[in-house]
């Protein structure tokens, strides 16, 4: 030839289900967060409104007092807007989140189940502990964390319970788990959290939907309490997945270690 250049060819092999994987998971995030926005937004417009309508309701009741029978229609609205107020006060979540602050997620856990016990519903569920002693401690809202816990064991004894599963039990177990990928970045290390029912199999394409708000089976359901534990555990850079099939459905709470590690005594 009359260069010198060489002619090759470089072929790059890279797999691409990572790559999906990853604009997949980020697009259901923008998803989520466009239907949370969008419900809290209306919640705060209907809840000034109803302030006033429960107000005026009081109003009437104590300027015409001795109107017969009025008493029974402003007890209606105000009985009814106090139903609406719980409701937008749930859709918008807590207004004030406490501070992060170190703590022991077993503690966090303990607590949970604790309380949950004395709930007579619970009481045939049986609960196995599968927990890792020495797991570090984690910058955590420990109000908002046992939010998080609550929402998920209440739904997986409502799940048992309506299906009528026998031998209902729910798994608790804790691990750090590496090389674990939320949203678009891959942390080293993790705890995960992950809480398992023997009920029914939550059917795929159902499971992408759960984490809306609203979406509920229930007839008395608001439909509200995994989009605000999906919340809770963005807030702390984590994450909520659901994985179920015939035998088992498991919520898997991840949570990144900080930066500035603070080991716990063991
Ligand atoms: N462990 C589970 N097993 C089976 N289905 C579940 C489980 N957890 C959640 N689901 C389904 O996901 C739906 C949404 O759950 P979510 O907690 O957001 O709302 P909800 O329990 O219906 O109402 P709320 O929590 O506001 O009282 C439930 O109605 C149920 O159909
Ligand atoms: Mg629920």
């Known amino acids: 030839s009359y260069n010198s250049r060489r002619h090759g060819l470089i072929i790059e092999l890279r797999s691409l289900v990572h790559q999906q994987r990853l604009v997949d998971a980020v697009q259901l995030q923008t998803q989520h967060m466009a239907a949370r926005d969008l419900v809290r937004n209306l919640a705060h417009e209907i809840k000034n409104p109803l302030g006033g309508i429960r107000g005026a309701a009081q109003l009437l009741e104590m300027t015409y007092s001795n109107q017969k029978g009025l008493k029974e229609y402003t007890q209606v609205i105000i009985e009814q807007s106090d139903r609406l107020k719980n409701l937008v006060n749930n859709l918008l979540g807590p207004q004030h989140p406490n501070p992060l602050i170190w703590a022991n997620i077993h503690f966090i856990i303990e607590k949970v189940l604790s309380l949950q016990s004395m709930q007579t519903q619970s009481q045939k569920v049986r609960i196995e502990k599968n927990y890792d002693p020495s797991l570090p401690e ?37 691990r750090a788990e590496s090389g674990v990928i939320i949203r678009d970045r891959k942390y080293p290390t993790v705890v995960a959290i992950s809480i398992s029912n023997n009920g029914p199999q939550i059917p795929e394409e159902m499971r992408q939907t759960i984490f809306y708000p609203m979406v509920t089976t ?49």
């Open 138 to 174: 984690l910058k955590l809202d420990v109000d908002a964390m046992q939010q998080v816990l609550i929402n998920i064991i209440k739904n997986a004894e409502d799940a048992m319970n309506d299906a009528h599963t026998s031998h209902p039990c729910i798994k608790i177990k804790t």
């Open 218 to 266: 229930k007839s008395s359901g608001n439909g509200l309490g995994l989009s605000i534990a999906q919340s809770i555990m963005e807030r702390h850079g984590g994450s909520l997945e659901c994985i179920s099939d015939e035998t088992e459905t498991t919520f898997k709470l991840i949570l990144p270690l900080p930066k500035s590690g603070k080991f716990s005594e063991v």
